[in-house]
């Protein structure tokens, strides 16, 4: 009898796995292995990248059986960059890199069942890169997922395993697979040995592995490199010995690495060295490591993430900084700018600085990594935030001049142009800690290559590659459907349930995780305590950044400023942003703004609430290990939500002294 049970179990396990995935199908991330068809190939060209591609098709084809697809390399002006063009039997590039994302594309959409005949596909940015916060001992900044799959994993993190080589090869070929070309390999806050011979070392065997896949390898920089590593007594960038070392750097680098891409600097701000420290700007010191770089078609991406101690309001500091140094920089120096103003909050308005600059060619900076919304532990898809600011209208050049088109070259005709994400990548089994954080990794690629493409595209091509095998797919539009929703309002979920209506910045220090509206300690910097930007009282709440209050709404160009400066007419998402509101004033619905605070609060829990019982529902549509990993994961959520919810209002309510309302989930 126990021997019958037995065989039915086992028989009923193989049954499950025939119908759905495994979970380690998973950390193959959306590249799923499929029962390819055969398919033949011809190839006008041949080369690492090539053979990729060609190796790609042959694993992954669905189409016709034995059918002939052709890879030519094309002039067609049509194809721009390392774009492509889909044919019937054909994938046409100007560059092999173009063929192998052709054949990534092909790829997708026959596994997607989407058209594939005369598609052709340019990327809005040049360069589309990942910045990882990885420091050389293995820690990573603001990383959940892990230690770095680059440094420290060894006693003196210089080791290379074959382990590692194959890691660093999935790394590469998932990064291709969605159009990103450019990866930094250290954190901004960077460790000056990082340029020292050995570490180069390494640098080169990374970027051995990542070429084929057309990812080139970036490095921070320490501004005091000369300095620390290099024995001179200062690091001053008009310093002749100090101009010297640097070329002799990028001279040693690019012996090591010809195709090197060049370098990103943090400097002058949150204690890291820089120019200032020697009376210089910005300017100079970026300069000098443009010219230094120059000669081998290096670039600089200088970070705009500049702010002082000071009681100034933070978010105005870099523009300021900034704006009197446009059109100086040298040709191959890029700013690199923060969506926001502040510093990757649930929400801001964009930052100004995108609007700003006439003669300086500047790039976006998204968070991948989650910060400030959750770490890896809530699931927040982070496309829509993304799609917000790309979408959003500086009025640069009038109206229709986004922060898409202010970046993509369309309002400046340059093509040196660049977007980075800060990476949510780890040593995690799963690569970035949450399985639905993959998402936002496939969304900034996505978006990185297509600035117009819609979040709810991104969420649908990523589940369906994510979790549904061939027989499924066509079957489970239930499943897509629930948990599409559940990513699409995931972000406003956390923005309700952390900071709505514009207020920003009430994280606990340090971690970033939970609440801290209360904070405050008088030896802590004006700037980095809490309460400096939400400013409660019992006048009402919000920072005020008008033209009464410290003016940041004149760095945006009309009729912005004025829409922003104006309570009636500035947009309800960011009134308490640009704003400090009497608890008693009427929104447009009717509710007084602490009613409305409250019941804002109470419905971004209930949302996540609601994502539970989704996800529950979908039970055995996929593997159970990943459908209980986010259930589990879903439930810190909802807890994580309702502690919010709970300190932020018995915190306000001091000061608005009103009833929280009834109709609301009553504090835990
Ligand atoms: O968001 C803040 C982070 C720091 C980070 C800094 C930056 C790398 O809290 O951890 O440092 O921004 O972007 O430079």
């Given at each position: 009898m126990a021997y019958i049970k037995r065989i039915i179990i086992v028989a009923l396990l193989m049954l499950n796995q025939a119908t759905v995935l495994k979970?380690?199908?998973?950390?193959a991330l959306w590249l799923r292995n499929h029962s390819a068809i055969k398919v033949n190939i011809s190839s006008t060209v041949r080369s690492a990248t090539v053979d990729l591609a060609i190796a790609e098709l042959r694993n992954g084809w669905l189409g016709k059986e034995n059918m002939t697809i052709k890879l030519n390399l094309t002039?067609?002006?049509?194809?721009?960059?390392d774009g492509f063009q889909l044919e019937e039997t054909a994938i046409n590039a100007r560059t092999e890199l173009g063929l192998l994302y052709g054949t990534y594309e092909l790829l997708r959409r026959q596994y997607l069942n989407l058209p594939q005949r005369n598609v052709i596909s340019n990327p809005s940015y040049s360069r589309r890169i990942l910045n990882h916060w990885d420091n050389l001992d293995g820690?990573?900044?603001?990383?959940?997922?892990?230690?770095?799959?680059?440094?420290?994993?060894?006693a003196n993190g210089l080791n290379i395993t074959n382990q590692d080589r194959e890691k660093w090869k999935a790394y590469a070929r998932a990064n291709a697979s969605i159009g990103i070309n450019g990866a930094?390999?250290?954190?901004?806050?960077?460790?000056?040995?990082?340029?020292?011979p050995a570490y180069l070392e390494k640098v080169k065997a990374i970027a051995e592995s990542l070429r084929p896949y057309g990812i080139k390898t970036y490095l921070s920089v320490n501004f005091s490199s000369p300095v620390l590593?290099?024995?001179?007594?200062?690091?001053?960038?008009?310093?002749p010995l100090v101009k010297q070392w640097w070329k002799d750097k990028a001279a040693e680098i690019y012996k090591l690495i010809p195709d090197f891409g060049g370098f990103l600097v943090k400097a002058n701000s949150e204690g890291q060295p820089g120019p200032q420290d020697y009376g210089r700007t910005h300017v100079d010191g970026a300069n000098m490591l443009a010219d230094a770089l120059a000669p081998f078609n290096g670039i600089v991406m200088w970070r705009a993430f500049v702010y002082n101690p000071?009681?100034?309001?933070?978010?105005k500091q870099a523009y300021k900084e900034f704006l009197p140094l446009?059109?100086?920089?040298?040709?191959n120096v890029i700013l690199q700018v923060k969506n926001?103003?502040?510093?990757?909050?649930p929400r801001e308005p964009f930052s100004p600085l995108f609007g700003a600059m006439s003669d300086t060619p500047v790039m976006p900076e998204f968070q991948i990594t989650q910060e400030y919304l959750g770490a890896s532990r809530q699931l927040v898809f982070l496309s829509t935030l993304w799609e917000e600011c790309l979408n959003s209208?500086?009025?640069?050049?009038?109206?229709?001049?986004?922060v898409a088109a202010c970046t993509d070259?369309?309002?400046?005709?340059?093509?040196f142009t660049a977007i980075a994400g800060v990476a949510n990548i780890g040593n995690d089994v799963n690569w970035t800690?949450?399985?639905?954080a993959q998402a936002n990794w496939y969304a900034f690629g996505r978006l990185a290559w297509?600035?117009?493409?819609?979040s709810k595209t991104i969420a649908e091509e990523w589940l369906k590659q994510t979790f549904l095998d061939d027989k499924e797919k066509k079957t489970d539009a239930n499943f897509i459907k629930t948990i599409q929703e559940i990513m699409l309002d995931s972000r406003e979920a956390a923005v309700d349930y952390?900071?709505?209506?514009?207020?920003?910045?009430?994280?606990?220090?340090?971690?970033?995780y939970g609440p801290a509206p209360w904070f405050s300690n008088d030896k802590i910097r004006p700037d980095w305590t809490s309460v400096y930007y939400h400013k409660a009282d019992t006048a009402g709440i919000g920072f005020d950044r008008t033209r009464s209050g410290?003016?940041?709404?004149?760095?945006?160009?009309e009729p912005l400023s004025s829409t922003f400066n104006s309570l009636s007419s500035c947009p309800e998402i960011y009134l308490l942003w640009f704003h400090h509101v009497p608890w008693s004033y009427r929104l447009k619905n009717g509710r007084d703004l602490w009613t409305e605070l409250c019941i804002r609060y109470d419905h971004g829990v209930q949302q996540v609430r609601s994502f539970q019982k989704n996800w529950d529902k979908?039970?055995?549509?996929?593997?159970s290990e990943r459908f209980a990993e986010v259930q589990s994961k879903l439930r810190t959520q909802s807890r994580d939500a309702q502690i919010w919810k709970d300190a932020c209002l018995l915190y306000f309510q001091q000061f608005s002294r009103?009833?929280?309302?009834?109709?609301i989930e009553r504090p835990v």
């Open positions: 979970a380690e199908d998973g950390h002039k067609n002006p049509s194809i721009k960059r820690s990573i900044e603001r990383g959940y997922a892990g230690s770095s799959i680059f440094w420290g994993n060894t930094v390999l250290n954190n901004v806050n960077a460790s000056a040995k990082i340029l020292s590593i290099g024995k001179l007594k200062k690091a001053d960038p008009l310093d000071s009681p100034e309001d933070r978010t446009d059109g100086a920089f040298k040709k926001g103003p502040l510093d990757f909050q209208d500086t009025y640069k050049n009038g109206k229709g001049s986004t070259g369309s309002l400046s005709k340059t093509d800690g949450h399985t639905f297509n600035n117009k493409l819609e952390m900071m709505p209506l514009g207020l920003h910045h009430i994280f606990a220090e340090g971690h970033h410290s003016d940041a709404v004149d760095q945006y160009h979908i039970k055995g549509s996929i593997d009103r009833e929280i309302p009834f109709e």
